[in-house]
Protein backbone atom coordinates (compact mmCIF):
# COMPACT_ATOMS: atom_id res chain seq x y z
CA UNK A 1 0.00 0.00 0.00
CA UNK A 2 1.60 3.21 -0.96
CA UNK A 3 1.27 5.77 1.86
CA UNK A 4 2.72 9.63 2.24
CA UNK A 5 2.04 11.11 5.88
CA UNK A 6 3.12 14.39 5.99
CA UNK A 7 4.25 15.75 9.74
CA UNK A 8 5.41 19.09 11.09
CA UNK A 9 3.03 21.71 10.84
CA UNK A 10 1.66 23.78 13.55
CA UNK A 11 1.24 26.85 14.88
CA UNK A 12 4.13 29.74 14.35
CA UNK A 13 4.63 33.16 14.75
CA UNK A 14 5.21 35.77 11.51
CA UNK A 15 9.02 35.38 10.47
CA UNK A 16 9.07 32.13 12.37
CA UNK A 17 10.08 28.59 10.63
CA UNK A 18 9.06 25.20 10.22
CA UNK A 19 10.37 22.19 8.93
CA UNK A 20 7.77 19.63 6.84
CA UNK A 21 8.63 16.32 6.41
CA UNK A 22 6.98 13.32 4.02
CA UNK A 23 7.36 9.70 4.73
CA UNK A 24 6.53 7.70 1.62
CA UNK A 25 6.35 4.19 1.91
CA UNK A 26 5.10 1.21 -0.51
CA UNK A 27 6.92 2.50 -3.71
CA UNK A 28 10.31 2.85 -5.08
CA UNK A 29 10.94 6.22 -3.69
CA UNK A 30 14.19 7.21 -5.68
CA UNK A 31 12.02 7.34 -9.10
CA UNK A 32 9.31 9.78 -7.76
CA UNK A 33 9.51 13.11 -8.34
CA UNK A 34 8.38 14.70 -5.03
CA UNK A 35 6.12 18.04 -4.35
CA UNK A 36 4.84 19.80 -1.56
CA UNK A 37 1.63 21.94 -2.76
CA UNK A 38 -0.18 23.75 0.03
CA UNK A 39 -4.42 24.84 -0.26
CA UNK A 40 -5.95 27.60 2.10
CA UNK A 41 -9.28 28.04 3.35
CA UNK A 42 -11.32 28.93 0.04
CA UNK A 43 -8.48 28.98 -2.52
CA UNK A 44 -7.08 26.73 -5.27
CA UNK A 45 -4.21 23.81 -3.93
CA UNK A 46 -0.86 25.65 -5.23
CA UNK A 47 2.50 24.05 -6.13
CA UNK A 48 5.27 25.54 -3.58
CA UNK A 49 8.23 23.16 -4.46
CA UNK A 50 9.32 19.90 -6.02
CA UNK A 51 12.18 17.91 -6.28
CA UNK A 52 13.44 15.61 -8.90
CA UNK A 53 13.86 12.01 -8.02
CA UNK A 54 17.86 12.60 -7.84
CA UNK A 55 17.56 15.65 -5.87
CA UNK A 56 17.65 17.63 -9.02
CA UNK A 57 15.66 19.70 -11.02
CA UNK A 58 14.04 21.68 -7.48
CA UNK A 59 11.69 24.40 -8.27
CA UNK A 60 9.81 27.19 -6.00
CA UNK A 61 6.85 29.00 -6.44
CA UNK A 62 7.54 32.79 -6.96
CA UNK A 63 5.89 33.45 -3.45
CA UNK A 64 8.18 31.56 -1.81
CA UNK A 65 11.74 31.92 -3.37
CA UNK A 66 14.00 32.56 -1.10
CA UNK A 67 12.42 31.28 1.88
CA UNK A 68 11.54 27.87 1.60
CA UNK A 69 13.85 24.69 0.99
CA UNK A 70 12.80 21.34 -0.82
CA UNK A 71 15.18 18.39 0.07
CA UNK A 72 15.36 14.58 0.17
CA UNK A 73 16.63 12.03 1.91
CA UNK A 74 16.66 8.51 -0.34
CA UNK A 75 17.88 6.53 2.25
CA UNK A 76 15.15 7.34 4.19
CA UNK A 77 12.40 7.67 1.95
CA UNK A 78 11.88 11.12 3.20
CA UNK A 79 11.58 14.52 1.43
CA UNK A 80 11.24 17.97 3.09
CA UNK A 81 10.24 21.36 3.44
CA UNK A 82 12.26 23.89 5.37
CA UNK A 83 10.16 26.96 5.79
CA UNK A 84 11.78 30.37 6.95
CA UNK A 85 10.59 33.80 7.75
CA UNK A 86 6.98 32.59 7.35
CA UNK A 87 4.09 34.71 6.49
CA UNK A 88 0.36 34.77 7.20
CA UNK A 89 -0.47 34.14 3.57
CA UNK A 90 1.46 31.22 3.99
CA UNK A 91 -1.26 29.49 6.32
CA UNK A 92 -2.84 26.71 4.33
CA UNK A 93 -2.72 22.63 4.90
CA UNK A 94 0.14 21.52 3.01
CA UNK A 95 0.56 18.23 0.83
CA UNK A 96 2.79 15.54 -0.11
CA UNK A 97 2.53 14.66 -3.85
CA UNK A 98 4.49 11.70 -5.41
CA UNK A 99 5.00 11.56 -8.90
CA UNK A 100 6.37 9.00 -11.55
CA UNK A 101 4.76 9.10 -15.03
CA UNK A 102 1.72 8.86 -15.39
CA UNK A 103 0.58 8.08 -11.42
CA UNK A 104 0.00 10.55 -8.67
CA UNK A 105 0.08 9.81 -5.07
CA UNK A 106 -1.24 12.24 -2.22
CA UNK A 107 -0.86 12.45 1.71
CA UNK A 108 -3.39 13.65 3.81
CA UNK A 109 -1.84 16.95 4.85
CA UNK A 110 -0.53 18.91 7.48
CA UNK A 111 -1.93 22.15 9.03
CA UNK A 112 0.78 25.01 9.11
CA UNK A 113 -0.87 28.39 11.01
CA UNK A 114 1.57 31.35 10.69
CA UNK A 115 -0.45 33.53 13.19
CA UNK A 116 0.49 36.23 16.32
Known amino acids: QVQLVESGGGLVQPGGSLRLSCAAS????????MRWYRQAPGKERELVAAIGSAGDSINYADSVKGRFTISRDNAKNTVYLQMNSLKPEDTARYYC?????????WGKGTLVTVSS
Open 26 to 33: GLTFSRYT
Open 97 to 105: NAEYFPVKY
